[in-house]
Each structure stands twice: as structure tokens, then as C-alpha cells.
């Protein structure tokens, strides 16, 4: 189902009541803080990447953290406010299940579920989101190939969900000076294989903001449908992943740059 040979046209997602598609001709850019940790903080994130020009609003309400002790994120609480988001903003919500319940919740306020990269090969969890009927953004495993990655996809795919966006956000490698090693190589191998839309994450793709603004570009060079970035209006401050968070000025900065490159493709 993932394959080109059975579908050679381009899949794209579209969002009712709205212009936002992903996959097809126009860049779709999500953007927001890696976790939702107060309301505030989070429409000072919304008002800012809304301004810029962001269609979608990512924000996590549960976190897959290295550490158990780590801020596990704000739950339903979280969701009902990327609710008010939406409402607020016209944002589109993308927000991560890290299990089947939170899929349930999830499937429930937001408009697109995320499949977090530690969760690519929960095959129960791919086939739980490919029986919801809101589109599914899978992001590649640590450590996974193309092949997996297409698999994965496939999981969701078999239980009658086409709507699946693929994202890179880097793998694991030797190299120790980003905090995975984003693989853009990966952008027009899927494009060859596949008619689902991908979309890259430079910000846990480097882990460095001061690298995310030029993997943004180049992800979109090398053709990706589109871009999830991490923006936090006080990133020293953040409750996860301060250090691979823009700010929003740094962002407009993004969009101003991205959507050059994408007019000349
Ligand atoms: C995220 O997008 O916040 C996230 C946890 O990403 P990943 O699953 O790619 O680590
Ligand atoms: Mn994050």
C-alpha cells in the first residue's frame, strides 16, 4: 500500500476547513514547543509560529523521555489546550501517542497523530492509529532502514489508514557532534519508493538550535514535503529539549528562508 507501483500520484493530506494540505506542492510547516508545560507558554508559542506562517501546531501532552523522572508532559490537560489553540489560531494540531491510550485522547483533540520514533516498530500501537481516521505523521525509528520505515508505514496502512505523513528526524550514528545524524538521503529515496509525503525534523535531527535554520534548508532543497520545528519563546527555560528549540524570531528567520528555496523548486 506504501508503494509507487500501486499508486504513482502523489498522496496528499488535506484538512477541512482549511487550505493546510501536506505532500503535493505547497511546504507544510508544524512548529511549536516540544512539550506543552503551561498555557501561556504555549500561546506565546501559537501567536508566534501562526504569525510567521506555521498551518500546524506541534506540542507534546505525553513525552517519551530518557528519564523517568523527566517532566512526562501534562496529559488531556495538554490536549484541551492545543484545543484552544486551534480555535484561537486556526493551527492545525499535531500531537504525539505514546501508547494506546493516550491514542484514544489523542485521536479524540487533535487532527493529526504522531508516532514518536521510539514507537515505529510498536506494531500494535501502528495498527490501534490505523484503525482512527485522522491522518498519522510516523516518525522514523533510531535505528531503522528504509525498508522498516516503509513497513512501519504499511502497519498502519493494512488497517484501512492511508492518510500516513513519514518524517526523518535523524538516527543513530558514530558522530557525536549533533545529537543524531539527520539523513536527508532518505527524503528522495522514499520519494522514489513511495507516494506518501515526507517531512524532515531538524531540531531533534541536530539537537543544536543554532544547526536547525540550515538543515531547515536544506530539507527543503532536497525536496521534503515539509518541516516539524521545535519553537520556544524562552527555550533556556523549557521543560524538555530547551537546547534544540528556536526562538520565534529565529523561526520567522526559517520560514522567510525556507519559503524561498521552496518557490524556486
Ligand atoms: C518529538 O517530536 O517531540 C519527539 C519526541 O520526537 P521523536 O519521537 O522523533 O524523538
Ligand atoms: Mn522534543
Known sequence: LVSRDLKEEDTVITFPGTNATI?????AVIAGPCSIETREQAFAAAEQVA????????????????????FQGLGEEALK??????????????TEAIDTEALELVDHYADVIQIG?????????????????????????????LEEFLM????????????????????????????????????????????LPIIVDP?????????????????????????IVEVHHAPDKALSDGAQSIYPEQFVQLMDECSQIATVL
Open 23 to 27: 505532500g503535493g506542492r505547497d511546504l
Open 51 to 70: 504569525a510567521a506562517g506555521a498551518q500546524f501546531f506541534r506540542g507534546g501532552a505525553y513525552k517519551p523521555r530518557t528519564s523517568p523522572y523527566a
Open 81 to 94: 489546550i492545543m484545543v484552544e489553540i486551534r480555535e484561537r489560531y486556526g493551527l492545525r494540531i499535531v
Open 117 to 145: 520514533a521510539r514507537n515505529m516498530q510498536n506494531y500494535s500501537l501502528l495498527k490501534a492509529a490505523g484503525r482512527k481516521r485522522k491522518p498519522v505523521l510516523l516518525k522514523r525509528g533510531l535505528a531503522a532502514t
Open 152 to 195: 512501519a508505514a504499511e502497519y498502519v496502512m493494512s488497517e484501512g489508514n492511508y492518510q500516513v505523513i513519514l518524517c526523518e528526524r535523524g538516527i543513530r550514528t558514530f558522530a557525536d557532534h549533533t545529537r543524531n545524524t539527520l539523513d536527508l538521503s532518505i527524503v528522495p529515496a522514499v520519494q522514489r519508493l513511495s507516494h
Open 203 to 227: 531540531s531533534h535531527g541536530t539537537g543544536k538550535r543554532n544547526k536547525v535554520i540550515p538543515l531547515a534548508r536544506a530539507a527543503v532543497a532536497v525536496g521534503a514535503d515539509g518541516l
